[in-house]
């Protein structure tokens, strides 16, 4: 009896923690795990934790984990096995973004009181103009599964490559074609812009950091499956 006994509790054991019953999410059809597209992938993913515009975590952020579509996991491959060539390589800030995290962002800047994180992401910005000025709208490019918020980093020290401005600053500062800058920092956005580009993704000329794949799979489905 106590034989039997252990033998079942063998199994139970075995049956929880085999491979094949992985407790990560899974995931609708198309849409991959990029670090296991891109193994050496830096993420800084800003919206599970605190360090954004809203000052806290956004919904449907659940899990520190970095979502797209299959073709745009692999078109953004090759951008970074080209940075490799250079001794870089990409950190995503943001990658699929479920539509109630959208939704949170819409009520947060309906809500004039609330600027906690003003200083940081909107120093020069009124929050009323956010909406006026596009840098807040009710749908996301990134609810389709395609766009990237990416900068560049060092593969041997970690350190992030300067572009003149801060990931998610609203701001001209940010804008692709802001000049006011230095020419090392204007020659680092456009080093990223080409190969973004070169690999299939667009750029959007309100924020360096902000690429949508050109020929995305989704273009007119906007997703909201949390990431668990």
């Not at 749908?139 to 572009?163: A, P, Y």
């Not at 070169?198 to 990431?227: A, M, R, V």
């Amino acid at each position: 009896m106590i034989f039997s006994r252990f033998i079942k509790f063998s199994v139970i054991i075995f049956y929880l923690s085999s491979p094949l019953m992985s407790i990560a999410q899974t995931l609708p059809k198309g849409f991959v795990d990029v670090k296991e597209v891109i193994p050496n992938l830096r993420t800084d993913l800003r919206y599970y934790g605190t360090n954004n515009f809203i000052g806290k975590p956004i919904d449907g952020y659940e899990k520190p984990r970095c979502i797209l579509t299959k073709e745009a996991a692999e078109a953004l491959k090759k951008v970074q096995e080209d940075f490799e060539k250079l001794g870089f390589g990409l950190l995503v800030f943001d990658a699929y973004r479920p539509q109630r995290a959208v939704n949170q962002f819409m009520k947060w800047a309906e809500d004039p009181n609330d600027t906690k994180m003003k200083e940081q992401f909107y120093p020069n910005k009124d929050k009323s103009s956010l909406f006026k000025e596009d840098y807040i709208a009710k749908k996301s490019g990134h609810s389709r599964g395609s766009t990237v918020d990416v900068t560049i980093v060092s593969l041997k020290t970690g350190h992030i490559l300067d572009l003149g401005s801060d990931f998610d600053l609203f701001d001209e500062k940010s804008s692709v074609n802001y000049k006011n800058i230095t020419k090392n920092q204007r020659a680092i956005r456009l080093l990223l812009q080409r190969r973004m580009m070169k690999h299939g993704f667009k750029p959007y000329e309100k924020e360096w950091w902000h690429f949508t794949l050109e020929n995305e799979p989704y273009p007119d489905t906007y997703f909201d499956f949390s990431i668990k």
